[in-house]
Every structure is written in C-alpha cells, then in structure tokens.
C-alpha cells in the first residue's frame, strides 16, 4: 500500500490501545509500520536495484523481528526516559505485520516466505492507494482530533479515539472480505467466456482505487492476453476486450528473446512479473538488430506501460545494451 496507509495504521494501532504498552507509542507504531520500505532506498541506484529489492527481504517473515526493533531502538535512542523494551517491540511487531499484511492485498505482491520460498504472493484485492480505507483511517485519526477540539472549546471531556480506531480495525477484514467476494466473482466471469475462439489459460481480476464493483480484467490465451474493464453490475462482453498478440514464432525472434532474457535487467524483471508481454522492435543501426521489450500488463500497457525491460539486441543474438524502466 502507499506511505499515507501505512502511517495512518501505525496512528490507529495507537488509538486502539497499543499505546498502553509503550509510553512512546505516538513515535514507535507509526515508524514501525512504514519500516518495511525502508528497501525504497534501493532506488538511489536505479530502477533495477529498485525492482531486484523493493517488497522483499524486509517484508518477509524473517525479516519482520528486525524491522520492529530498529523504530524502537532509533526512539529509544533520541527519547528521554525508559522504554519498556519488551511491550514497545510488540507493539511494533504488530504494526510491521499490519504493514505486510496491507502489502499481501494488492497486486504488487511481497516475498513473505524468503528464504525458503522465493514466490510472490499478492491478493489482486486492493488497489495501492484504496480510497476506502484512506477515508476510513483518516476520519478514525482526524474525527477524534477535531472532536476534542470542539469539546475544549465548550469546556467538555474529549474523547480518546479508541473506539474509532477499533472500528477502523474492524472495517478492515470485513473490506477485505467483500471485496474478495467480489474478487472471486469477477475471476469466475472472465474465465467463463471465449476470447476470439480461444479459451483463457489463466486470468487475472485487478482492482480499481475506488469501486469495488469494477476490476481491470486480464485474460491469457495461447494466441494473445486480452485487457478489459470489467463492470460487476453490467453484463460483461468479451468482445469489449483489447487484444495484445504474442510474438509470432520467428527463429530471430527467439535468438533476441532468449539473448535479452539473459541480461540482468531481464533476469530481474522476469523474476518479478506475471503477466510480461514481449515486444520485439527493428532498430535502424546496427543492421538487423531488435529492440527487445518484456512490459508486465499488471501495471498498464501499451503505450502506458510503467514496468519495462528493454534490450537492444544484434541479429547475431548479442545484447548491446539493457535497462529497466519504472
């Protein structure tokens, strides 16, 4: 999820009774449940450090005791007083799992069994920035906030907030619970149907930022994938889909595909995506070389793609340059 969830669940954690077990709460649970982007600094040197670490070592399970201890040491380091070292690092595990968990929803996905799985898990439930649980998180922090502001103002008691936060808590399995309900539905109705005579071998249902109803539908055949937007309160109409061919079977085709799939960048890349899609392009110099593009039809495509590998590749199959772009 984006950085604007997760500080605001670190908030709520705190509100909803967390902070009974560490008078430095406030600090710990917000910093602890952003601690598993801390890999975002991979990005200093370039996309592809970026995608080979984003969502990986610091969002597994083993990796979940050391992303709590390192807010509660930094707080309590620069903080006066004792910290109840023990409570203040479950409550920090707690809001690292909470983070991981929120990561698990949507359709980037984390490593969470690394290093004895390297497998991506991602639920395809929440887009990363859901509207839902923004408002949700941001009226359990900000109502009580304003409430006891206008109760100083009339010379009343306010309100601790827990109770907002509880049921901001609670909102989140049940979401989640709908909106894979919905999820499942919205997999069963692209699977049911034929795309231009040809039977899906897999399909892929992505959600939306706002409304659970409508989901971008991803369909793979032997011949093409298929994109549409898919409505669950209209009849659906396969007709209505995009379809992105596959490369056709071309001897130079796969000397460039298998060449660039041996660059780092593809390595990476490959390593990540679902659902690529290979484009091979003719470049005008040197004579017969290809321009090798992998895009992942998860995130966009063409021409708006926002994940792509790229190799530039001689009709001798040597890669002269490759790069990821993100």
Do not use: C
């Amino acid at each position: 999820m984006d950085p604007l969830t997760h500080f605001l669940s670190g908030v709520v954690l705190d509100r909803a009774g967390l902070h009974r077990l560490t008078p430095r709460s406030r600090w710990i649970l917000p910093l602890a449940a952003m601690a598993p982007d801390l890999d975002v600094v991979a990005g200093f040197w370039g996309d592809e450090t970026y995608l080979a670490w984003h969502r990986q070592w610091t969002h597994s399970l083993l990796a979940l005791p050391l992303m709590a201890a390192l807010p509660v040491l930094l707080v309590g380091a620069v903080a006066r007083g004792r910290i109840p070292w023990p409570r203040a690092f479950l409550a920090a595990s707690a809001a690292v799992a909470l983070h991981d968990l929120l990561d698990l929803t949507n359709t980037y996905g984390v490593r969470l069994f690394l290093p004895f799985s390297s497998a991506w898990i991602a639920w395809d439930l929440f887009f990363i920035v859901d509207l839902w649980i923004w408002a949700v998180f941001l009226l359990a922090v900000l109502g009580p906030m304003l409430g006891r502001l206008v109760s100083r103002e009339i010379g009343a008691r306010g309100g601790t907030g827990r109770a907002a936060a509880l049921l901001a808590l609670a909102f989140l399995p049940l979401y989640a619970g709908a909106r894979w309900i919905l999820h499942e539905r919205a997999l069963a109705t692209l699977d049911a149907r034929i795309y231009q005579n040809q039977v899906p071998l897999r399909v892929a249902a992505l959600p939306s930022p706002g409304n659970p109803l409508r989901w971008r539908g991803l369909v793979e055949t032997s011949a093409f994938y298929a994109t549409v937007e898919l409505d669950l309160r209209e009849e659906f109409d396969p007709a209505a889909a995009r379809l992105l061919h596959k490369p056709s079977a071309d001897p130079l085709i796969a000397l460039a595909e298998q060449a660039a799939r041996r660059s780092r960048p593809f390595r990476v890349f490959l390593d990540f995506s679902r659902y690529p899609l290979w484009r091979f392009i003719p470049e005008d110099a040197p004579e017969g070389a290809l321009r090798v593009e992998a895009l992942d039809l998860r995130f966009g495509e063409p021409p708006t793609s926002r994940f792509v590998a790229t190799a530039i590749v001689t009709a001798e199959g040597r890669v002269l340059r490759s790069w990821f772009r993100f």
